[in-house]
């Protein structure tokens, strides 16, 4: 009778550091491929706003994913946009995208945001089933959102409902 054995791994996340953007963009390359890749410009941008969130998976010294939430202001209140959230295919299935998720929502609730949303490929299932294990609700659906005439779904999570809930504060890195 063999034993199984579950091997555990160990997972940093911290926030984005300058250093960090070309293994970012190794990801970003790796998961998408053209027209549906970001522009590396654009990442930049992002990972450098002072209005916006990167949060970075580390396992074993080696970025294994990241995630962008922006943020700004309306007349509601901040309202924050999720960019992007990638894993490397050779660490998905560990919670990464939910930690990575959990993340940019402390992050946009420390930004003030009620509200958060984001665009999700109609076809991309697991995505989904991520959002509305998170508390997202669909909101409506853009045609021909992405490149290659792909529909898009829209999901909204309002922070304010469930803020005084998740009042841990995440340091940093862990």
């Known amino acids: 009778m063999g034993r199984k054995f579950r091997y555990i791994f160990l997972v940093r996340y911290r926030l984005c550091q300058p250093g960090d953007f070309e293994s970012l963009y190794a990801i970003e390359e790796a998961c998408f491929k053209p027209p549906l890749r970001f522009p590396r410009s654009y990442i930049r941008r992002?990972?450098?706003?002072?209005?916006?969130?990167?949060?970075?998976?580390?396992?074993?010294?080696?970025?294994?994913?990241?995630?962008?939430?922006?943020?700004?202001?309306?007349?509601?209140?901040?309202?924050?946009?999720?960019?992007?959230?990638?894993?490397?295919?050779?660490?998905?299935?560990r919670g990464i995208g939910s930690e990575l998720l959990r993340r940019m929502e402390f992050s946009a609730r420390q930004a003030g945001a009620v509200l958060i949303w984001l665009h999700v490929e109609a076809e991309n299932g697991k995505a989904i089933r991520l959002y509305e294990r998170h508390g997202y609700r669909l909101e409506g659906k853009e045609e021909n959102y992405y490149a290659q005439s792909r529909d898009a779904l829209l999901y909204v999570k309002r922070l304010s409902e469930d803020a005084d809930r998740n009042r841990t504060a995440f340091s940093g890195s862990t």
């Open 46 to 93: 992002l990972a450098s706003s002072a209005a916006a969130a990167t949060w970075v998976a580390e396992d074993n010294g080696r970025i294994a994913g990241f995630a962008i939430v922006e943020w700004s202001s309306h007349a509601c209140g901040a309202v924050a946009y999720i960019q992007t959230i990638e894993v490397d295919r050779r660490h998905r299935e």
